[in-house]
T-cell receptor
């Protein structure tokens, strides 16, 4: 199993409070991703990082920010949590593999954080 | 606009029979496709992948078929086992220019009955 941990694993918070989720990897992979999973939506990309201090938005980035100051850590912050951000959050990592011109990159996922915003 | 579609929310099969999970995509730039399995309260686990230069990839009981002209892929599990009961996600990547971002389908819940 890829060395990916997420903390906390469960969190209950109130609307309007800031929340930070942490993803830690021991694989020294370049790419890290944050997804959320909601019923009827599969997994949707929030933000991703392609290197230290290099981040970009995914398809559902509104209300979220990220930071990556070290290769091994990728933080997801909800500046002011809302009930619509109640979800399960997954971190993923990848090495960005290619075979010639073909992508062969595989993402490996952490165990998830269940966040409830009341 | 859903670029990766898994049109069957659920599938039920008998133990020992074949399970076939289907996935359709619309983005012709996708060049790498993956299947993930997810148990409740766990993260998705990588199962098998296929590059667009191939039309079939096998790994034990799992085979993925890719039909580029139809923009369709399928995952075959033979024989199905009760431990295969999980949600299966199809995912696709458009390669280096997209920073390897994955687009996921909504998932199919597979139930294998003993």
């Amino acid at each position: 199993d890829a060395g990916i941990t997420q903390s906390p694993r469960h969190k209950v918070t109130e609307t309007g409070t800031p929340v930070t989720l942490r993803c830690h990897q021991t694989e020294n992979h370049r790419y890290m991703y944050w997804y959320r999973q909601d019923p009827g939506h599969g997994l949707r990309l929030i933000h991703y990082s392609y290197g230290v201090k290099d981040t970009d938005k995914g398809e559902v980035s509104d209300g979220y920010s990220v930071s990556r100051s070290k290769t091994e850590d990728f933080l997801l912050t909800l500046e002011s949590a809302t009930s619509s951000q109640t979800s399960v959050y997954f971190c993923a990592i990848s090495e960005s593999g290619t075979s010639g011109d073909q992508s062969t990159d595989t993402q490996y996922f952490g165990p998830g954080t269940r966040l409830t915003v009341l | 606009d859903q670029q990766v579609k898994q049109n069957s929310p659920s599938l039920s099969v008998q133990e020992g029979r074949i399970s076939i999970l289907n996935c359709d995509y619309t983005n012709s730039m996708f060049d790498y496709f993956l299947w993930y399995k997810k148990y409740p309260a766990e993260g998705p686990t990588f199962l098998i992948s296929i590059s667009s230069i191939k039309d079939k990839n096998e790994d034990g009981r799992f085979t993925v078929f890719l039909n580029k002209s139809a923009k369709h892929l399928s995952l075959h599990i033979v024989p199905s086992q009760p431990g295969d009961s999980a949600v299966y996600f199809c995912a696709a990547s458009a390669g280096g220019g997209s920073n390897y971002k994955l687009t996921f389908g909504k998932g199919t819940l597979l139930t294998v009955n003993p």
